[in-house]
Each structure stands twice: as C-alpha cells, then as structure tokens.
C-alpha cells in the first residue's frame, strides 16, 4: 500500500495531508495565530478550586484558563508508580487558591471549554515517550509481535541503566522503534537527559503563568510521528522549511531523509490526489458511496450521529443482500471520515436494520478492522436493542468544521432557516401588536425580496384584510441586505 504525505506550507498556516493508494485519509491544520497547545508544559496558577466536581481552574496565561480534574494530579507511590486514579484523595487537600502548578495541557480548548491538562508530564522523541514523574515502563500496544515486544523492553532496560536514568523517570515505547536498535534508543535517551536538565531551569523560576516547553510545529511533529515503514514520499512546498525538514531528520529520523522531496511543481501541491476537493466534502453532512449509498453526518455538542441510507442502490440479488452490502460499505467509509474530520468523543451509527445476526457481525467486525489504523483510540460496542453502533473515539483537538467554519449568522447553526410564509405571519402579527400600542396612519415593512414578493402575492388577500382590521395602511420595501428570517416594522 503506497503512502504520502502532502505538506502546505504557507506564513498563514501548514497543512498536512496522509494519502493512502491515493486517497485523502488524514488532514491536519495549524494556523499561526492558533497553534494548539496539546503537549505544552506550563506553570501555572490555580484560580478556582471546584470540591461538587472533584476540578479546579488553572490560568496557564491562554485566553481561556485550563481544567483539571483530580484524578489527573498525579502522585507517585514509594517504588515511583502513579496511583490509580480510583484512588484518588479529595481534589481540597491537593489543591488550593492561588497554588503553582507544572501542568501539561492533553485536550486543546474544545468549544466553550478550557484546555485539559494534567500534572502527569511527558516529552515525546522518535522511538520513546519520556515521563519524569513516574518510573514505569511500557510499550506500545500497536507492536503485536510478542518476541518483538520482549526485545524491545529488553533494550531500552539496557539503554536505561547504561545511561543511569533508572531513577530519573519512566518510558513508554512508540510504534516507531520496532526495529529499533539499541544505538537509536541510546540516542533518544540522551536526547531526554538534555532537554529535562533545560526544562528543570525553567521550572525552577518562579514566574507565573510561564510556558516551559512547547510541543514542535506541525511539520516537524509530521517528521517525528507519521514517518513509518511503506512510507514512499513526504513532499514539501516551501524551501526553507524544507530545509528545516531536512536537518531535523538528518539529526533524528535518518530514515526519513530519502523520503523527503521538496516540491516544485506547477500546481499547487494539494491539487494531487484532489485533496482540496476532499476537504470541501469533508465539510458536507452527506457522503455518498461508490454503490450509490450514502451516510449522512451530524456533528453536535453531545456526540456525533451518523445514519446510513441505500440510497440510489438497489443491489442485484434481494433486499437483505443490498443492505448488507451497503452497510459494509459504510462502515469501511465512515471509519475515513472520522479520522479525515477529526471527529471524537461519543459517536452513535444508525446502520440499515439487518435481519440476519451473522450480517450484523460482519458489519461490526469491519468498523473494528477499519478504525485499527486510526492513531486515535477508540472503543466499539456490540449493536444496541436499537439497532444502533455505539462507540467513542479519543478527541484531542478540534474537528475539522470547527476549525474552518463558523455557526451560520442566519440560521444561528441550526441547520434550517424559516420559511417565507412563516416570516409573513410573523410580520402580520407584529402588525397587529403596533397598530395597537401607537397611534399613526401608516405601516413600513421592510424585509428580504422572497417575503415581499410572498407578501403582494399569495399573502395579498391577507394583507388587505389585516389594513381593514387595523385602519392603517401597509406599505412594502426589499432590503437586499436583509436575510430571510430579518425583517422591520417602521411607523409612518
């Protein structure tokens, strides 16, 4: 299976694109102005403390202060392992008012809420997670081969005592290093012991709110997180972060180095493969399926609900047939959209009713082999009485909606906008209720051109009635700035 990855960069923001076998499969957007704070260290100052929601507020100096719940102040026992977070104490005798804190943030501001941190902290490189604050090690659990496994913790014991870090804090082993020699892990190890000697400095003055550490930008976390065996090309299209690119791998990820092209092509880079018409799609509720099928999206505050329709399909064989397949299809789809919008938290799957119970396993068990390659986790239950697919899927950032898009001004996000006929009997009535209050001979209305239009037409017998019942005359005006549901009532 062919990989590539696309990177956009311009001085407003990066872009970064995985395509498989030609195919958009991952979009992610950093904007300049807006960069995330996922991983990012800070010092920061406990405003509130929340006892009803075991929570407290920290002001990390972003614009919305951050949240912590007590289960996510980590204390490490005698041997150097964190508690579980059942036993955690009562978040009062952890946390007061006006406290310093060194919390790391997990979850970028979502909505109206603040960022989600942690004081459990830990510093990404190629092949290790670095965790200061507690001495376990781990592996992770996308390495399924077992003697791979043994060999990898094997090493890295080694490397960890070689380097005298047995004390100093605990790793978690990435997806990245199976293969991964002891020279690689050496290297990461030391690369931990210089950057926590720098990061302690800046604990250590007092300032507060301060960032202490920040996460890489987008395209060089592209170099050290999605660059895996298969990959053919990660493509560049601005020299001088090209170049950046290039160092940061010589020095890092030396395997990237013959990946990495810096592009120079006459279209823009992410017309290949048409990933800009993907991103258009990606913002539409409705996707349609090769069959002819489709699943509809809908992206709420709650969760996400995601329904499946035939659709234009008609199958060829009888009716449990065309469902079944629809629904295969379906599931293989729907696992790319959630990962091309970055869609989290709880997500509920209405797929056609299926009659057959080996059908509805099949189906289940080809949503679980498709969000397998999701980096996100994620967790699938079995079809509810309802007929329905519950699972959640691990939200991090925002989605890709949130992130360029807006709630419409119209209809104020709720997807519909009221009908012309239903703005004329507004207007009648608003009528009605001045022609009461105020004492004049005439009425203005003013309003967008399909409620006039309505009003002088279909609504003209209505109108005449309503000047005979309130004595006054109604007089019309299109504003053509006013959208349908706006309208205004002057007197005269």
Not at 157 to 180: K, N, W
Not at 353 to 374: G, I, N, P, S, Y
Not at 412 to 438: L, V
Not at 457 to 465: H, I, P, Y
Request: glycine share 6%; charged share 30%; aromatic share 6%.
């Amino acid at each position: 299976m062919s990989e590539e990855i696309l990177v956009n960069i311009t001085s407003t923001e990066t872009r970064v694109a995985q395509v498989h076998n030609g195919v958009l499969q991952e979009l992610h957007i950093e904007r300049t102005g807006a960069r995330g704070y996922v991983g990012n260290i800070y010092r920061g100052t406990v405003v509130r403390v929340l006892p009803g929601i075991q929570s407290a507020f920290v002001d990390i100096g972003i614009e919305r202060t951050g949240f912590i719940h007590a289960s996510d102040i980590i204390v490490a026992d005698s041997e150097g392992s964190a508690r579980r977070k059942s036993e955690c104490p009562d978040i009062r005798s952890q946390l007061h008012d006006g406290k310093k804190l060194i919390v790391q943030v997990v979850k970028d501001p979502l909505g109206s809420k603040g960022a989600r941190m942690t004081t459990q902290l830990s510093v990404p490189s190629r092949y290790l997670v670095y965790m200061p604050n507690t001495r376990h090690l781990g592996i992770s659990q996308r390495i399924v081969d077992e003697a791979e496994r043994q060999r990898l913790l094997t090493v890295v014991r080694g490397c960890i005592t070689e380097e005298g870090m047995d004390s100093l804090g605990g790793f978690i082993i990435r997806t990245a290093a199976e293969g991964a020699g002891e020279r690689e892990i050496i290297a990461d190890i030391r690369y931990f012991k210089r950057l926590w000697a720098a990061l302690e400095a800046r604990m250590s003055v007092p300032t507060s709110p301060a960032l202490i550490y920040e996460d890489l930008p987008l395209f060089m976390r592209t170099m050290r997180d999605f660059v895996r065996p298969g990959l053919e090309k990660i493509r560049i299209d601005r020299e001088d972060s090209f170049q950046r690119a290039l160092q940061f791998a010589e020095d890092y990820v030396p395997e990237a180095v013959s990946c990495l092209e810096f592009y120079q092509g006459e279209r823009p880079i992410f017309d290949l493969y048409g990933v800009e018409d993907e991103i258009q799609k990606a913002l539409g509720r409705k996707v349609v399926l090769k069959s002819g099928g489709s699943i509809i999206i809908d992206q709420t505050e709650a969760m996400t609900t995601i329904d499946v329709n035939t659709g234009a399909f008609v199958g060829h064989r009888n009716v449990d047939e065309t469902i079944f397949k629809t629904n295969l299809e379906a599931a293989t789809a729907l696992a790319r959209q959630l990962r091309l919008r970055n869609l989290g938290g709880i997500i509920i799957v209405d797929f056609i009713d299926m009659k057959q119970a080996e059908h509805r396993r099949q189906v289940h068990r080809t949503l679980e082999k498709a969000m397998a390659h999701d980096v996100a986790k994620s967790a699938i239950t079995g079809v509810s009485e309802l007929g329905l697919v519950e699972m959640t899927r691990k939200r991090t950032r925002e989605s890709l909606e949130h992130i360029l898009c807006e709630d419409c001004p119209v209809c104020s996000a709720r997807g519909s906008i009221k009908t012309a006929e239903t703005i004329c009997y507004e207007i009648f009535r608003e009528i009605s209720r001045d022609a009461r209050s105020y004492d004049n001979d005439r009425l203005l209305v003013l309003a967008a051109q399909g409620v006039i239009d309505r009003m002088l037409d279909e609504q003209s017998a209505n109108v005449a009635d309503l000047e005979e019942y309130v004595g006054k005359r109604i007089e019309f005006q299109v504003e053509v700035m006013y959208h349908q549901e706006q309208f205004d009532v002057i007197l005269l």
